[in-house]
Structure formats: C-alpha cells, structure tokens
C-alpha cells in the first residue's frame, strides 16, 4: 500500500526567506512523485514531478523538490517566499503497481507575510 | 482547449435525492479519475477510469457510481445523497504516468 505523509498543518514564512514544505512517503514500488498548489476556492494546479532522473526537480513559479530515496521523501522548496505564494500545497505519489491512481496528502498550508 | 470542465459549479441535495456530476476533457486523455476533498483529509480517490468502458473503484468509492462510454466524458452519479457526501468533487484526466489535470470543482452541500 502507498501512503504520503505531510507532517506540518501550517508553515508560515516571512516573503523574501527560504520555504520549504514537508513530504515523506510510502510505496512499494519506484515512486511517481508531484506537488500540486491550491489557490482558494480553486483547483489544483500542476507544479512538479518527480517519475525518473535528476533527483533535484524544478518546476512552475520558482519551486523546486528534491528527491531522497533514502529518506523516503520529496520535500518542496523555494529560495525566496512571495506573498502570493500563501495556498494549499499538496503531495502525492503513485507507482506502477497502483496504475495511474495519485494518493494524496492531507495538505499543508502555506502563509507568506510580508 | 478547454481543458477539464465540471458541471454545476454548486449544488444543493436533499437526502435521498440523486444527481450526476458531469466531467469532460478534451484533450484526448485515457486516464480520468473523482476526487472528494474534505478539509483536512486531503482528496481521496471515489473512482478512476483507464479508458472508454474500463472503470475501477479508488479509496472511497460506497455510494458513488461511474460509467465511461466516451473518452471526453466520466460522470459520477450519487444513488442517494447523504450529508456524509458533502464535500467538493474534483474531476482529472492523465494521459497515463503524468500529471493529472483538475476541473474546478463541484461544491456539493447535501441537508
């Protein structure tokens, strides 16, 4: 069985400094790996993956994740926080033996203050 | 392209009462997928599709059912409603080990 971790409910962050959000998790086989955003009383949107390669990820709006197989883990990051970066950030990951079916974490969210 | 698109937007159910929450993309995909999204449980998968007439259950799937006869199209009907089945419904399509995109949303209140 997969499951996905994100440990922390809230990160809040001062704009300019580095973020990073928190994903572990849980697969039997090779690990299909994404980050999505939510924006309020919006859908997801797409910001990165990890199927194979680098381990290091860069994706939309400046974030990036790196891939830790050791640690089981896919935390999000960026080098400098905006205030419109505040939303709803999701892990989820799948793997060959689930199809093409994502499980989620419960979410984390992000404050940004000026 | 539209991408995926979702109808209604909101909706409002009595117990008992039925509806179907339409989805459609258009952007040829085999893979399509509901999600529920309550707060502070993440979403949770009620059912996928890998293509046109193949259809399988997902983590929470009691009370929802699915038909796929079309690649664009993958309503999920609610037999019955329930107050437990408050919550907002999420439609995506893949087109396999990628990423899924997101309709908008349906927010569904059932009294």
């Known amino acids: 069985a997969q499951s996905v971790a994100q440990p922390e409910d809230q990160v809040n962050v001062a704009e300019g400094n580095p973020l990073t959000v928190k994903c572990t998790y849980s697969v039997s086989g090779n690990p299909y790996l994404f980050w999505y955003v939510q924006y309020p009383n919006r859908g997801l949107q797409f910001l990165l993956k990890y199927i194979t390669g680098d381990n290091l990820v860069k994706g939309s709006y400046g974030f990036e994740a790196e891939f830790n197989k050791s640690q089981t883990s896919f935390h999000l990051k960026k080098p400098s926080a905006l205030v419109s970066d505040s939303a709803l950030y999701f892990c989820a990951v799948s793997d060959q033996n689930s199809g093409y079916a994502l499980n989620f974490g419960k979410g984390t969210s992000l404050l940004v203050t000026p | 392209n539209a991408g995926v698109t979702q109808t209604p937007k909101f909706q409002v159910l009595k117990t008992g009462q039925s509806m179907t929450l339409q989805c459609a993309q258009d952007?040829?995909?085999?893979?399509m997928s509901w999600y529920r999204q309550d707060p502070g449980m993440g979403l949770r998968l009620i059912h996928y599709s890998v293509g046109a007439g193949i259809t399988d259950q997902g983590e929470v799937p009691n009370g929802y059912n699915v038909s796929r006869s079309t690649t664009e199209d993958f309503p999920l009907r609610l037999l019955s409603a329930a107050p437990s089945q408050t919550s907002v419904y999420f439609c995506?399509?893949?087109?396999?080990?990628?990423?899924?995109?997101f309709g908008p949303g349906t927010r569904l209140t059932v009294t």
């Open positions: 952007m040829n995909h085999e893979y």
């Open positions: 995506a399509s893949s087109p396999g080990f990628s990423e899924q995109y």
